[in-house]
């Protein structure tokens, strides 16, 4: 496996969860979608932020030993876990809460279970709840995000990366597939813009953060701050438009040479 996949994928990675009990001294969980149930992947609710802004989080997690990552079915998110977020998130535009992502997670669930109940149709429906929301959201990428699974949280105003980590159409396993051979699973990371500094450099990606960073709990949670705080005097249709434009000024950089 590509050195930098396996340090993706460790067991150590930072967390959604630490996270959000660093960001959220309190914080009030929601669980289930009322009609599939729970999805173990997701951490999602609301809390208050030391300086008492309100926030809703929507974190997703691979798990930290093969119990966990059972159990969270590695982070491939299941239809009750994008329900959930849809609950989460229509609570957040109800109540004027900006809303953060914490990613890190292969894609969504592919199982012929999540196709049966409408997998497709609850990942479309979150990327453009997300995408109209008239409140600030940001997303940030703790490890890998990829799919229209990752891009349901992903369409967001403001997108944070660690430097290490990945944000594509498709996992570089999958893209190595795709193309029959044609290129091994570490070409696959380089051959698209899916790392942080690629993204960064088409204006995807508005901040860049070193996962070696001594104290990288404390930096995230100020950085999300940080971001956040311009957001929230911005009015609701100039919010929905940033999103639109930014996602367009990256189309408009195709092809890549």
Known sequence: ?????????????????????????????????????????????????????????????????????????????????????????????????????????????????????????????LIAAMGQLTVPNIVVFLGEGHSGGALGFANANRVIMLDDSLFNVASPEAVAAILHGQQTVSAAIDLLPMTAAALKQRGLVDVVIDHRAPDLVATLSTQIIDLLVPLLPVMPDALIAQREEKFQAFLEQWPLN
């Open 1 to 125: 496996m590509d050195e930098r996949l396996k340090r993706l994928r460790a067991a150590d990675r930072l967390s959604a969860p630490t996270v959000i009990q660093a960001l959220l001294p309190t914080f009030v969980p929601l669980h289930g979608d009322r009609v599939l149930g729970d999805d173990a992947a997701l951490t999602a609710g609301f809390g208050r932020t030391a300086d008492q802004q309100a926030l809703t989080v929507l974190g997703i997690d691979r798990g930290q030993n093969v119990n966990e990552r059972r159990q969270k079915n590695g982070g491939a998110l299941t239809v009750p876990g994008y329900r959930t977020a849809l609950r989460v998130v229509a609570h957040a535009e109800k109540f004027r809460m900006p809303v953060v992502s914490l990613l890190n997670m292969p894609g969504a669930d592919a199982s012929p279970q999540s196709e049966e109940h409408g997998q497709s149709q609850a990942i479309a429906d």
